[in-house]
């Protein structure tokens, strides 16, 4: 991705300006756009298709979540990183399993800032080592009680599972598939019930549970 859009979505015009030059610095010719509140995030993100979406978690006139999802909802393939100086060991693992496809720690070092921005650019998503480690130790411990949940899909649903988590429509999956959209339309019936979920957001989060090393 040579020329990414990227909206830096904070209330301090400082971090505009040190985000924005470490993002030119990665990608020379990347198109920024700015926004100080949650509202102003989601008008931009009507108005213009973006890559990567750095979000600080705690803005005026709303808040992440909402935001997070509304966002994905118009733009289902957008990468969203929560932005926050909050302890990432207590606030990472809740915002990445709630839709944040990352977090990232205001106060971390300029070269960590540097390789999450470039990691979400390149493969969609950021863990850094300390999160990354809550993470396997979680879904170790879970797994020593628990039956991963994906196991249960077979081999066409998971296929279909993961489009469905990348953004593609019924129509889409079938043009790729070729399968009935009828068909599909089952099939996303079952995945739905066999995981428990009820939206692409939920699904999206039980894959990026249960695969850490697929894309970290």
């Given at each position: ?11 301090h ?6 985000l ?59 990468k ?132 850490l090393?697929?894309?970290?």
């Open positions: 991705m040579d020329s990414p859009t990227v909206l830096i979505a904070d209330d015009h400082i971090i505009h300006l040190g924005s030059a470490l993002i030119k610095k990665i990608k020379p010719i990347a198109t920024i756009h700015f926004s100080v509140d949650f509202p102003s995030v989601i008008e931009l993100v009507k108005e213009h298709a973006f890559d990567l979406i750095i979000m600080d978690i705690d803005m005026p006139g709303g808040n992440f979540q909402s935001t997070l999802e509304r966002a994905k909802q118009i733009q289902p393939r957008v969203v990183i929560a932005f926050s100086s909050a302890d990432e060991t207590l606030f990472a693992p809740r915002f990445i399993t709630r839709g944040a496809d990352g977090f990232l720690d205001k106060l971390s070092p300029k070269s960590q800032l540097q390789s999450a921005i470039e990691s979400m650019l390149d493969s969609g998503s950021y863990l850094s080592p300390k999160v990354k480690e809550i993470f396997i130790k979680t879904a170790l411990k879970a797994s020593k009680h628990h039956q991963n949940p994906i196991d249960v899909l077979t081999n066409r649903e998971i296929e279909i599972a993961t489009l469905l988590i990348r953004g593609d429509s019924l129509k889409k999956i079938n043009e790729k598939l070729f399968i009935h959209v009828s068909t599909i339309s089952t099939h996303k019936t079952r995945i739905f019930k066999k995981l428990s979920v009820t939206s692409n957001t939920e699904l999206a989060n039980i894959f990026k549970l249960y695969n090393g697929e894309n970290n």
